[in-house]
């Protein structure tokens, strides 16, 4: 593996009396595109907010390009700018334009001059396929577009690692195409990614590994092609027997 970007090391999470992330260790080199997939409750969300300090962890330390995360402050606020974060729902200001959503983090975080960031953002909209609604209400953007718009927004605070959490799961299924295609995309150029999902396609395109989550633990990782056509745990078995069905 290149050089580790992100890392865990014996991470742990109770919320109450569940452990929802027992002894998580995980590198996550430059460049590199993982998949984190698993049942519903394993700890795949937890997982995500804990690499960007929405939720503290217990125990183990957690490394962004060899800075360990800080609990708060203005060196957390930092960090957290280096790790773009895409969700479910889309997130986006309803009362500000896409370009405003876009230019937001840049001006207000990383200090840009709004002309620079205005540009930016224009390439980083023409890039996801959206450039023409720049002017827009996120409101009057389907779906599909305002996810495209919610990564652009992501982009533009030059994040060293972006996260996915199930970024296609809200989405009519004709949308989920244009979004895994950017992501695609993303992965292709370069861009080091943690994505969790259950679209086989784009694990199969664009993964380089899968990492398989049950009960808040890994319980097995490798290859796409490897994890697809021959899981080896029965618990990945019995998953992917069901996801297989649908
Ligand atoms: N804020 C919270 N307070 C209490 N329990 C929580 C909280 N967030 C998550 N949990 C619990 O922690 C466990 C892991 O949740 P998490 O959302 O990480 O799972 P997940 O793998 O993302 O599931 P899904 O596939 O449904 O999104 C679940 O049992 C969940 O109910
Ligand atoms: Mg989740």
New binding site residues.
Partial sequence: MTEPLVVLKDVNKH??D?H?LKDINMEIGKGEVVVVI??????????CRAINRLETIESGTITIDGKTLPEEGKALAQLRADVGMVFQSFNLFAHKSILDNVTLGPIKVRKQKKDAAEKRAMELLERVGVAHQAEKFPAQLSGGQQQRVAIARSLAMDPKVMLFD?PTSALDPEMINEVLDVMVGLAKDGMTMIV?THEMGFARKAANRVVF?ADGQIVEQSTPEDFFTNPKSDRAKDFLAKILTH
């Fill in positions: 919320f109450g569940l929802v698993g049942p519903s409750g394993s700890g795949k969300s937890t997982l199930e969790v989550m």
